[in-house]
């Protein structure tokens, strides 16, 4: 039930930054960056055929957070690197995840990022 209760705050929180449009702020918490990516969880973990809606909305919130500082893109990039190695994501997908979701970014899960050498 809390984890039911979680996923829904997760996505209204998504939606919101989507639809309003919300600024990007400098500081960036890892553990908010991954609670929007948890409408990908179905997808990550090979239990739905493609991303969702919800999803895809999620990528592209971080994306447009990641493009907004030098500091913000290197935050996330750790975070995801950090993040690849700790769940059990199948990095297969999640390479595929921003081209599936229409976005272009030098981002993904993935625990072999090198991050400093990254671009925005």
């Known amino acids: 039930m809390k ?19 919300a600024t990007a702020r ?15 969880s179905a997808f990550l973990k090979r239990t739905a055929a493609k991303p969702s809606a ?17 500091e913000s893109h290197k935050m996330l990039c750790e975070c995801f690197k950090d993040t690849a190695s700790s769940f059990p994501v199948n990095l297969v ?6 081209k599936l979701c229409n976005v272009t970014t030098s981002m993904r899960l993935d625990p072999n990022l090198h991050c400093n050498k990254l671009s925005i």
């Open 54 to 70: 919800a999803c895809c909305g999620a990528v592209r919130s971080l994306d447009k957070l990641a493009k907004s500082s030098p």
């Open 93 to 98: 997908r999640a390479a595929k995840l921003p």
């Open 26 to 40: 400098a500081e960036v918490k890892c553990d908010d960056a991954i609670s929007q990516l948890l409408p990908c």
């Open 3 to 21: 984890c039911s209760t979680f996923r829904r705050l997760a996505v209204a929180v998504v939606l919101a930054l989507v639809v309003g449009g």
